[in-house]
T-cell receptor
Framework: DAKTTQPTSMDCAEGRAANLPCNHSTISGNEYVYWYRQIHSQGPQYIIHGLKNNETNEMASLIITEDRKSSTLILPHATLRDTAVYYCIVRVGDSGYALNFGKGTSLLVTP | GAVVSQHPSWVICKSGTSVKIECRSLDFQATTMFWYRQFPKQSLMLMATSNEGSKATYEQGVEKDKFLINHASLTLSTLTVTSAHPEDSSFYIC????????????FGQGTRLTVV
């Protein structure tokens, strides 16, 4: 799996958009970008994934650059419940192997 | 999304005793389950991969005789921490992969183990 780089921590005001960046310059053509988050003392939660097109679901949007070397997870209207560690993971989509979690970005949403 | 249920959510045990943690896929059949361990302020570390009907594959540094994994059915995997010691205190999380073609991984709620 390609290596990813994320900022250690970020702050965001409640109600504003949270933009979480991820660099994955060594990504291969068949590797997807996945985002998971972990709220304190809970198991990780799937957010979204994409290959090269931008994706949107009820939780977030994923913007992948044209060269696929970086991406941004966007939480359009952050709430206090979005405070969590966000993990960007790059991997082959249908791989039977486990997810390899890096250090992630600790997002703090403030009132 | 699919649901993975982990039990118990937390457990306190005495040093030297064994503790069993269950991981169930509630609405899908999981041919593969994964067990992770997470120490405070650290990321999840994979301990082992469990395939239904076969022996688990352990990551380097994880003692297979201490962390017994059983995956006897397509909906249940168990992790038994044998002869637990205080250094085994951690947050244990299971994950299940669905049918072939599934691209998501589903996680249990985690089990907080405290060994006293």
């Amino acid at each position: 799996d390609a290596k990813t780089t994320q900022p250690t921590s970020m702050d965001c005001a409640e109600g504003r958009a949270a933009n979480l960046p991820c660099n994955h310059s060594t990504i291969s053509g068949n590797e997807y970008v996945y985002w998971y988050r972990q709220i304190h003392s809970q198991g990780p939660q799937y957010i979204i994934h994409g290959l090269k097109n931008n994706e949107t679901n009820e939780m977030a949007s994923l913007i992948i650059t044209e060269d696929r070397k970086s991406s941004t997870l966007i939480l359009p209207h952050a709430t206090l419940r979005d405070t969590a560690v966000y993990y960007c993971i790059v991997r082959v989509g249908d791989s039977g192997y486990a997810l390899n979690f890096g250090k992630g970005t600790s997002l703090l949403v403030t009132p | 999304g699919a649901v993975v249920s982990q039990h118990p959510s937390w457990v306190i045990c005495k040093s030297g005793t064994s503790v069993k943690i269950e991981c169930r896929s509630l609405d899908f059949q999981a041919t593969t389950m994964f067990w992770y361990r997470q120490f405070p302020k650290q990321s999840l570390m994979l301990m082992a991969t469990s395939n239904e009907g076969s022996k688990a594959t352990y990551e380097q540094g994880v003692e297979k005789d201490k962390f017994l994994i059983n995956h006897a059915s397509l909906t249940l995997s168990t992790l038994t921490v044998t002869s637990a010691h205080p250094e085994d205190s951690s947050f244990y999380i299971c994950s299940a992969r669905g049918e072939v073609g599934s691209t998501e991984a589903f996680f249990g709620q985690g089990t907080r183990l405290t060994v006293v």
